[in-house]
């Protein structure tokens, strides 16, 4: 497992470019495309916060099975994948195929990860979830990201493993 302060830092540097989140149902695995996100220590365990929107397939999915794989490109070349799973529904297609991406399994084998090089990856349990409150939000924000559109639900978990592939 990598040190907390090398997968942080690799994580910080690239999120904001677009990570892929890896959910499965128990049968069927789909991914997503998050640009938000944070790493840090809490509970005295290292975790990942991520936000997923009610409306998200990934959502049904983290509603059944409680883990989640996070696989974030250390440079560009997974640019055009991370933009079609970023604008597509797993309902609508098979993202994996539609994006020439595959899986494999993860080293706790519970949900997959994203199949290739260059690849930071992050195995996750659920250990918190919360339907964010809007109106808590910071009026500009709330106002730039939460016009019209569902609520994410905040999810905070345990990274139970982390390499680079």
Not at 109 to 117: A, C, L
Request: some cysteine; glycine content about 8%.
């Amino acid at each position: 497992m990598l040190e907390a302060k090398e997968y942080a830092k690799i994580f910080a540097d690239r999120i904001a470019k677009g990570a892929f989140l890896t959910t499965c149902d128990g049968q069927k695995s789909d991914t997503m495309t998050i640009g938000w996100g944070s790493v840090g220590y809490m509970w005295a365990i290292p975790t990942v916060t991520v936000m997923v929107r009610q409306t998200r397939l990934t959502k049904e999915n983290l509603n059944q099975v409680k883990s989640f794989t996070i696989s974030v490109p250390v440079d560009d070349s997974y640019k055009d994948a991370i933009a079609l799973c970023g604008t597509k529904s797993g309902r609508d297609l098979d993202k994996f195929a539609a994006a020439g991406l595959k899986c494999k399994a993860s080293k706790a084998g519970t949900t997959p990860v994203i199949d290739g090089k260059g690849l930071l990856q992050l195995e996750c349990t659920v250990l918190y979830e919360r339907l964010m409150d809007v109106d808590a939000l910071a009026p500009e924000l709330k106002d730039k990201w939460y016009t019209g559109d569902t609520e994410h639900t905040i999810y905070v978990a345990k990274i139970t493993d982390a390499y680079l592939d």
